[in-house]
C-alpha cells in the first residue's frame, strides 16, 4: 500500500501550472503596487518574459535600486500566485 506522502508527493510534481506573459505582467504590477504604490508601479514596467526572467524597465534609478535591492521577495511573491518556480530571476533595463 502506497503512503499518502509519496501520492502527495506525486500529485504536486503533476501540477502543472499554465499561464502567459499577461499573467506574469499582471502579477509582477500587482505585486509592485503592494510594495511601492501606485508611484513604484508607474516606474516599473514588465517588459518581457522568458525563460522564467522578467525583464523590467525602470524610469527611476532609485525604484530599479529598490528593486534590485528586494528581488528575492519580489520573486517570492510572484511565485506563490503562480506556482513554485515560475519565476526565477529578474532583470533591470
Avoid: C
Avoid at 41 to 46: M, N, R, V
Avoid at 54 to 64: G, H, L, M, N, R
Avoid at 65 to 75: D, G, P, Y
Amino acid at each position: 500500500m502506497k503512503s499518502l506522502k509519496n501520492l502527495l508527493e506525486k500529485h504536486k510534481k503533476a501540477t502543472v501550472h499554465s499561464f502567459d506573459d499577461k499573467d506574469v505582467f499582471f502579477v509582477f504590477q500587482r505585486v509592485i503596487r503592494e510594495e511601492y504604490g501606485n508611484y513604484g508601479s508607474e516606474k516599473l514596467k514588465a517588459d518581457f518574459f522568458k525563460n522564467k526572467t522578467i525583464f523590467v524597465k525602470s524610469e527611476s534609478p532609485t525604484f530599479a535600486s529598490e528593486l534590485w535591492t528586494n528581488r528575492q521577495k519580489i520573486i517570492r511573491k510572484m511565485n506563490e500566485e503562480l506556482g513554485e518556480g515560475a519565476v526565477k530571476e529578474i532583470k533591470i533595463k
